[in-house]
């Protein structure tokens, strides 16, 4: 009886081997099969993306805005790997000799000397030491990668607000007249911010055009490198204008009653995006690029959030 019992157990154990799926609950199972049935098997999802994300300008910006500075965050994390992880070990030797010297001053115990090695070792942690990568490989491939998709998403990006400029006109129009127009409700004093916002788009976007187009040698200029820098410095500068009276704009035209979550989350995404307009103001620039990654992220997200939590999945 033994004997065959022993004959039968390995043929139980490759039936398991042979069937995963039978590790996998049933719950689980069903939860990926719905899952499965409304998204990738069903046409209304496609539909949907189709109806709310590939619709228009604006929503396909809103996705390539947010994957643009995703990109360059993850690709700046990875390029600085070796150094994120020097700090972390750095701090973590800082907190040891804190711990160490609490011990030690105030309990009267040396626990690098503890009987208990674990203990010990972790008091004797050695000072960190930073090693430069050597050679010119880099230190991650992903990471440059993921850099050139940020760098030609962003001249994607750009590239479809080339007619944008088009698309303020009826919005400066309008703004003007309301301006000039002595028996309008509005203050006057918010009908001249409205207008000024609406020339500091179309003269952010011509100037964003005009670095775009000599960058890419579309036009001829006696020193296109020249012009592309000068075009969108100045760009940028408009650009932080714009968001600094939008963030002015919300304090004073909102009252505090107002001040809800939709508000704050207008701030924030004004707020976020204004060290990216200093940071393309200067020449030398102020900011890295992995806080360049995590402010575009921060801005972006709630569009990008909203946009997708729009489809409907029922």
Partial sequence: MSTNIASIAPLNLQMKQKNPLQLIPLSALLN??????????????????SDKVLSSASTIDANLYFLCYLALLVSSILNNKPKIRHFLLTQRYNLIQVLQKVSSSYLNVDLKNSSNKSVAGFFNTPKPVYKEAEGDEPVSKLAVHLKSIYSYISDVRIFNRLFDSIKYMPWIIDEFTSFIDPAHASPKADRFINLLQSL????????????????????GTSDNNYWCI?????????????????????????????????????????????????????????????????????????????LWKSIDLS
Avoid at 32 to 49: C, D, G, H, M, P
Avoid at 211 to 217: P, R, V
Avoid at 234 to 252: A, P, T
Avoid at 256 to 278: G, H, N, T, Y
Wanted: a positive charge; charged letters at 20%; aromatic letters at 18%.
């Fill in 32 to 49: 990926l099969n719905k899952a499965l049935k409304k998204t990738v098997l069903s046409r209304k999802f496609y539909q949907e993306i």
């Fill in 200 to 219: 500091n788009c179309l003269v952010l976007e011509l100037l964003e055009n005009a670095g775009w187009l000599t960058d890419h040698n579309w036009v």
């Fill in 230 to 306: 000068e075009t969108y410095i100045w760009c940028s500068r408009v650009w932080g204008l714009y968001i600094f009276l939008e963030i002015v704009e919300l304090f004073r035209r909102v009252p505090i009653s107002k001040w809800d979550s939709k508000w704050r989350i207008s701030v924030f995404k004004q707020a976020v995006q204004l060290p990216m307009a200093v940071h393309w103001s200067l020449y030398e620039g102020c900011v890295s690029p992995f806080w360049i990654g995590a402010l575009g992220c921060g801005a972006s997200w709630f569009g990008f959030r909203d």
